[in-house]
């Protein structure tokens, strides 16, 4: 099937990796959602787990080793084109993982890859929903609900001294 104007929508992952009161992001470097920092993520192959899906695609796009833990959301993105078709539909699932060795770099359909404290992203074009998926990953409430899905957004969020890292198993 093909990932532009599919006939049905795509199951596929993001990978949330929070080290030190960082996020691990990448740029994308095609679309959909080219220029923009956002997970490390992409479609689950056939026969592949959602655990294990989140960790390909982090190795692919980043070189970063991890290991699996909760499953932290499921939402979808529907991106359509200037004649109201939809371009893209993809059902993603939010993995919180434990990094467990490497650094980033940047591989497969990634631009550029880092860890990045939210203090840092000001300014930067963020991929929908970012800030509410790095909100959970830090344990924090960032971004009013409805502020998801509609296009680029800002990154603006305080970090609550004590409050970082991923809460839930493996956290």
Same mark, same amino acid.
């Given at each position: 099937m093909t990932r532009t104007y599919p006939s049905h929508p795509i199951p596929a992952v993001l990978a949330l990796v929070v080290r030190d009161g960082r996020v691990l992001l990448v740029q994308r470097g095609r679309e959909p959602n080219r220029g923009l920092w956002g997970l490390p993520g992409g479609a689950i192959e056939v026969g592949e787990t959602i655990a294990a899906a989140a960790l390909r695609e982090l190795a692919e796009e980043t070189g970063i080793e991890a290991e699996a833990g909760t499953t932290l959301d499921v939402f979808e993105t529907i991106l359509r084109d200037e004649d109201g078709r939809v371009r893209h539909h993809y059902v993603l699932a939010v993995v919180a993982c434990r990094w #467990?060795?490497? %650094?980033? #770099?940047a591989g497969d359909d990634a631009a550029q890859a880092g860890w990045f &404290?939210? %203090? *840092? $992203?000001?300014? #930067?074009?963020? &991929?929908? *929903? $970012?800030?509410? $998926?790095v909100a959970m990953g830090l344990g924090e409430s960032a971004a009013p609900s409805g502020q998801s899905g509609d296009g680029p957004q800002s990154f603006a969020m305080s970090v609550i001294p004590g409050k970082a890292g991923i809460h839930g198993r493996g956290g």
């Open positions: #467990r060795g490497g %650094e980033p #770099r &404290a939210p %203090e *840092d $992203l000001g300014g #930067r074009p963020v &991929a929908p *929903d $970012l800030v509410r $998926l």
